[in-house]
């Protein structure tokens, strides 16, 4: 099964376990449609970010407990805040990525675009683990 049937069954799995939740009364409506539509954009943007890396480079691992990223800090005067801060907290491990940079897009295998921002000219570096 590739990553994005997997990914897509695992979805319907948590949809239909809500959708019993429900049934049995032990979550409100409100609370079942907000996990659904936060289940399906989770969903969404991690096949989006699938989608985003090149053919080339889908078996280089980028997002795995042993993939360390620098957050460099692009300096433009028009640098975010946001930007600002992750320069600053600087290191992310790769199972965190897709959750804090949801619209990153991979470029080679040592470095990602973080895409924090439209036009955020920012980027993730690799880091192997004894540079830690
Ligand atoms: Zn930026």
Same mark, same amino acid.
């Given at each position: ?13 948590? +949809? ?40 080339? +480079? ?6 795995? +407990?042993? @993939? ?13 805040? &946001?930007?600002?801060?992750?320069? @600053?907290?600087? &290191? ?15 470029? @080679? ?24």
């Amino acid at each position: 099964m590739s990553i994005r049937e997997s990914t897509v069954k695992r979805l319907a799995l948590r +949809l239909k376990r809500l959708a019993g939740a429900r049934r049995l009364g032990n979550i409100s409506k409100a609370e079942m449609e907000s996990q659904r539509t936060q289940q399906i954009k989770q969903t969404w943007n991690f096949l989006e970010s699938l989608r985003r890396i090149p053919e080339e +480079l889908r078996f280089a691992t980028y997002f795995g +407990l042993g @993939d360390w990223w620098m957050f460099q800090k692009s300096y433009h005067p028009n640098m975010c805040r &946001l930007c600002d801060f992750y320069g @600053d907290v600087s &290191l992310f491990n790769g199972k965190d990525l897709r959750g804090t940079f949801p619209h990153l897009t991979v470029v @080679d295998e040592d470095t990602i675009e973080p895409n924090v921002h439209p036009y955020c000219g920012c980027s993730l570096s690799r880091i192997v683990e004894s540079q830690i």
